[in-house]
């Protein structure tokens, strides 16, 4: 096996590629109703003409966003994932390739369309996406080069849904045989594995879950923090992150726990991509070989900085840009 400063990458991303689109509209209003399961939605009058004030085109997907976040920080980057090879995915392919992201192992398919994400804003700030997942749940185990693993330091998964869900296991496995660190940030397919799930957890590093996700994932209240991550670190020797919305992050590595508040964003445009945001930010910190401190400070940073723009990967920090760029976090550390 080759030592890991010889590999050719410092990070692959693997996930979805999607091609965004932003509506927002002062005709969206917000309805509180019990039989939206949210107990609020997103209307507009029936059959009606509505006005669009702002209307954005960019790219995204949680693979892709990953990607964009490493190769801003002067990380070695290559991306899996699969779009289809039409005016949707080629512009994600472009925008990859210009920022010196490896895209040999991006399958263009000549039949499927790309994914897509419609985000309709509301002027109350309130959101609802549509999503067509297309090429992004047809990849398949056959279209994926293993070897490929051997040849980084470490793996970023995100969500993996219809036929890709097969390369999961594979993919945690693989990476782990060969020495890789993992980092993952599983979506929706992965959780609802349920008890499935709970073994993989020993071939990964880093586990990146909101409170909503720890609790379907233990089965405990997400307000019984402390339960909560005494379950996780039995199942898993790495360090699991918990985000928590405005009220920060907790982060464990299984005798230790940090808490973090939230940064104050100089100006709130679109939640979208935050998540990935930060988890390709705290990762990026410890690639370099920084803290915990380190990677909470940047990961939010990076979050804060995706917060302020129209897009899930754009205004991500670069290399150049300071971590505290939005102020320096107290970040409190207690023994478990």
Known sequence: MKDMMEKKY???TIGSATRDIYVQ???MQSLRDDSFHTGEGICVPSGSKVE????????GGSAVNSAVTFAYQGLKTAIICKAGQDSRGEPIKEQLDE????????????ELLTAVSIIFHSPSGERSIFVYRGASSHLRPQEVDMDLLKETKWI???????????????ILKTAKENGVKVA??????????????????????VLFVNQ????LLTGIDFKKEEEVFKKLDEWMDGIVVMTKGPDGVSVSDGK?????????????????????????????????????????????ANATAVLSEWGSNIGLLLETDSPEKFGKLEIERSNL
């Open 184 to 205: 993952l940030n599983p979506g929706s397919t992965q959780l609802k594995m349920g008890k499935d799930m709970i073994p993989l957890l020993k071939y990964v590093d």
């Open 99 to 110: 920022l010196g992201v490896s895209t040999e192992h991006m399958v263009m398919d000549k």
């Open 10 to 12: 410092d990070v692959i």
């Open 212 to 215: 909503e996700e720890a609790a």
């Open 25 to 27: 509209s002062r005709a």
């Open 256 to 300: 230790n726990k940090w808490d973090a508040p939230s940064l104050k964003e100089p100006k709130f445009v679109d939640r979208t991509g935050a998540g990935d945001a930060f988890g390709s930010g705290f990762i990026t910190a410890m690639i370099k070989g920084g803290s915990i401190e380190d990677a909470i400070q940047l990961g939010s």
């Open 52 to 59: 669009v004030e702002n209307l954005q085109f960019t790219t």
């Open 156 to 170: 970023y998964v995100t969500h993996l849904g219809g036929e890709s869900s097969a390369l999961f296991e594979p």
